[in-house]
């Protein structure tokens, strides 16, 4: 079974690492966790980096341009290739 979440970010440097450890260390260990950051401006893109470093399971994609919230899930739809997917901010 093929499960993806979807976490879209935004300057979210406070919370991030806890709630990226937080999905990866569910008893369900086959999934991908695909992250679309939308433009932060704070240190939030490089603690995704380095988590990246150590766990593949871990996809990173970053805006061209800051969508907002709503277009933010929208364009990281287009990551999607599983069975189920479940979505977290």
């Given at each position: 079974?093929?499960?993806?979440?979807?976490?879209?970010?935004?300057?979210g440097?406070?919370?991030?690492?806890?709630?990226?450890?937080?999905?990866?260390?569910?008893?369900?260990?086959?999934?991908?966790?695909?992250?679309?950051?939308?433009?932060?401006?704070?240190?939030?893109?490089?603690?995704i980096?380095?988590?990246?470093?150590n766990?593949?399971r871990?996809?990173?994609?970053?805006?061209?341009?800051?969508?907002?919230?709503?277009?933010?899930?929208?364009?990281?739809?287009?990551?999607?290739?599983?069975?189920?997917?479940?979505?977290?901010?």
């Amino acid at each position: 079974m093929k499960v993806e979440i979807l976490m879209c970010t935004y300057n979210g440097e406070d919370f991030i690492e806890q709630q990226i450890q937080s999905i990866l260390d569910q008893t369900h260990t086959e999934l991908k966790l695909i992250i679309v950051d939308d433009i932060s401006k704070d240190e939030t893109v490089k603690i995704i980096k380095k988590m990246m470093a150590n766990d593949e399971r871990i996809e990173f994609h970053q805006n061209k341009k800051n969508l907002g919230y709503f277009n933010n899930f929208l364009s990281g739809l287009d990551f999607v290739t599983a069975d189920y997917l479940f979505f977290v901010d």
